[in-house]
């Protein structure tokens, strides 16, 4: 069984830094293209940041780009999504999700609340 | 920027035929796939390739794409199909939502 475990997420100031895990289980991580996607309170999807099966393509959204580092660790069946210069409209709960040109599983979300 | 727009909400009585639209300039040109999310849960991919279904989704639901518009079709609609529908497709590398559509059956 696919599973996605996201943690790192809680309450952050404006400004501050977090660092957002995926633990991954149930298949051959380093084959898949990964990604993570956020959701603001009440509102809709919105896709963050990509990262190639090992690693060659990076992708950012604009609103994150400079800002957030997606990385991952094949040997540890692992994606991480380090997150800077954090701002209040980064609220929201963060998806870890497997994909390609779609997105086939999502993890259960950890929730980033950027506020003073 | 691309951009995909959906209706903000979409009624149908039990039985019926429910239709989703999704809209984005030469959409036939990309994949569309469509997300079901209920709430409190996360998103389930109900559609992917503008028409195909992944195993475990049942076959009433359906999708197609053509011109400007994808549309997700749930026929014979059930109770249990009352949630937010997303399509979603890639522009440059960065995959694009549509504002999401409630879907009521009432």
């Known amino acids: 069984e696919v599973q996605l475990v996201e943690s790192g997420g809680g309450l952050v100031q404006p400004g501050g830094s977090l660092r957002l895990s995926c633990s991954a289980s149930?298949?051959?991580?380093?084959?898949?293209?990964m990604h993570w996607v956020r959701q603001a309170p009440g509102k809709g999807l919105e896709y963050v940041s990509g990262i190639s099966s090992k690693g060659g393509s990076i992708y950012y959204a604009d609103s994150v780009k400079g800002r957030f580092t997606i990385s991952r660790d094949n040997s540890k069946n692992s994606l991480y999504l380090q997150m800077s210069s954090l701002r209040a409209e980064d609220t929201a709960v963060y998806y870890c999700?497997?994909?390609?040109?779609?997105?086939?599983?999502w993890g259960q979300g950890t929730l980033v609340t950027v506020s003073s | 920027s691309y951009e995909l727009t959906q209706p903000p909400s979409v009624s149908v009585s039990p039985g019926q035929t429910a239709s989703i639209t999704c809209s984005g300039d030469k959409l036939e040109d990309k994949y569309a796939s469509w997300y079901q999310q209920k709430p409190g849960q996360s998103p389930v991919l109900v559609i992917y390739?503008?028409?195909k279904g992944p195993s475990g989704i049942p076959e009433r639901f359906s999708g197609s794409n053509s011109g400007n518009t994808a549309t997700l079709t749930i026929s014979g609609t059930q109770a249990m199909d009352e949630a937010d529908y997303y399509c979603q497709a890639w522009d440059s590398s960065t995959a694009i939502f549509g504002g999401g559509t409630k879907l009521t059956v009432l």
């Open positions: 390739q503008d028409s």
């Open positions: 999700v497997r994909g390609s040109s779609s997105f086939d599983y």
């Open positions: 149930g298949f051959t991580f380093s084959s898949y293209t």
